[in-house]
């Protein structure tokens, strides 16, 4: 589920709609503007959602997104967007659980069913039971962040790590 960044050569239209994003000509993307730009491509997202794709791109941790870290955020939801198509069997324009846990295991994501079943209705907000290509995106921004934030507190890669509160609320904040 990540976002491949290759450092290829950028794509002159990229630049075009990133500045069509950047209403006020600041050079950088914050959430409102990000907010905008996503639901006018058709992918509707929460502005904690937006928050977060910002937050997982935002290398220089200015809290807005430059041109660079927008080419790795196109990256990453262009790549979930075809791992949604591939796992869209029935190009219904959904993903059913079964269709979902295929996608997650072709990342390597493993959940326990219990687990599974939390995160997927906690991203079908709407009770369709199924995920839309948003839900989807959302979802994979979320897990890839809990995958990143989960490996600081696991750094020899046991599986396991070890919470008190206030470094519990400290890897929460980073994903809500
Ligand atoms: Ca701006
Ligand atoms: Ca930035």
Known sequence: MQGDNGGAASDPRLKAWF????LDKSNSIDVKELHRALGLAGL??????CALLI???DTDR???INFDEFQRMHNFIMSVRASFVQFDRDRNGFL???????????NRVYLDRQAFDAVFESFDIYKRNTLSLSDYIAMAAFLTCSRNMFSRFDPY???AATFNFSTFCFAMSYLR
């Open 19 to 22: 500045d069509s994003v950047d």
């Open 44 to 49: 509707e997202f929460g502005m904690n959602t």
């Open 55 to 57: 937050r997982m791109h």
């Open 62 to 64: 200015n809290g807005t």
């Open 96 to 106: 059913d659980r079964e269709e979902l846990i295929q996608a997650l295991q072709l």
């Open 157 to 159: 890669k046991t599986g």
